[in-house]
T-cell receptor
Framework: NAGVTQTPKFQVLKTGQSMTLQCAQDMNHNSMYWYRQDPGMGLRLIYYSASEGTTDKGEVPNGYNVSRLNKREFSLRLESAAPSQTSVYFC?????????????FGNGTRLTVT | LAKTTQPISMDSYEGQEVNITCSHNNIATNDYITWYQQFPSQGPRFIIQGYKTKVTNEVASLFIPADRKSSTLSLPRVSLSDTAVYYCLVGDISAGGSYIPTFGRGTSLIVHP
């Protein structure tokens, strides 16, 4: 089992460029999440998908869109990147999406927007 | 929003016991408390989870008082490899009834030789 796989690991964009961060899990989990982590800020939720076919905004959704392509895959898109989106992005999954189901994280995508 | 408060940083020495306390005054009645460990350049990793009283596994213990407004992660006999950021997590419930895992800012633990 690979767990949660994120691609790419690193990316540099110019302001205004677009890109999609990919995330896939092989644990048959129902819920998936996208977080961003900035120095001293902990992890902040961007979007989540409680189950296949549903997506909802988290704490910091502005500037992002998501697609739950199927049960395995949950992608995060930046349509027009801004320097404020420079961050480390983590994808996570959870078996049931309830409090008793721990989150499983990927190793992150480090994004720099110049 | 569910909010957790932890010390920003802690220092310890190899072989000592470390206790990290997290306050979560607004925890929902049916919510669990989950702790994660994060090393640089990696995603957070599950350590331990509990609902009430005490839980112990091979790496840590979790103490939760009866009012559940706080919890304490206990790491016995820490080593240099325990240097990491530790997060406690509780959740919010969205308008649609979904559980939203919410992280605080974490505690940076540095273990000295």
């Amino acid at each position: 089992n690979a767990g949660v796989t994120q691609t790419p690991k690193f990316q540099v964009l110019k302001t205004g460029q677009s890109m999609t961060l990919q995330c896939a899990q092989d644990m048959n989990h129902n819920s998936m999440y996208w977080y961003r982590q900035d120095p001293g800020m902990g992890l902040r939720l961007i979007y989540y998908s409680a189950s296949e076919g549903t997506t909802d905004k988290g704490e910091v959704p502005n500037g992002y869109n998501v697609s739950r392509l199927n049960k395995r895959e949950f992608s995060l898109r930046l349509e027009s990147a801004a320097p404020s989106q420079t961050s480390v992005y983590f994808c996570a999954s959870s078996e049931t999406g309830q409090g008793f189901s721990p989150l499983h994280f990927g190793n992150g995508t480090r994004l720099t927007v110049t | 929003l569910a909010k957790t408060t932890q010390p920003i940083s802690m220092d310890s020495y190899e072989g000592q016991e470390v206790n990290i306390t997290c306050s979560h005054n607004n925890i929902a009645t049916n919510d669990y408390i989950t702790w994660y460990q994060q090393f640089p350049s990696q995603g957070p990793r599950f350590i331990i989870q509990g609902y009430k009283t005490k839980v112990t596994n091979e790496v840590a213990s979790l103490f939760i008082p009866a009012d559940r407004k706080s919890s304490t992660l206990s790491l016995p006999r820490v080593s240099l490899s325990d240097t990491a950021v530790y997060y406690c997590l509780v959740g919010d419930i969205s308008a649609g009834g979904s559980y939203i895992p919410t992280f605080g800012r974490g505690t940076s633990l540095i273990v000295h030789p």
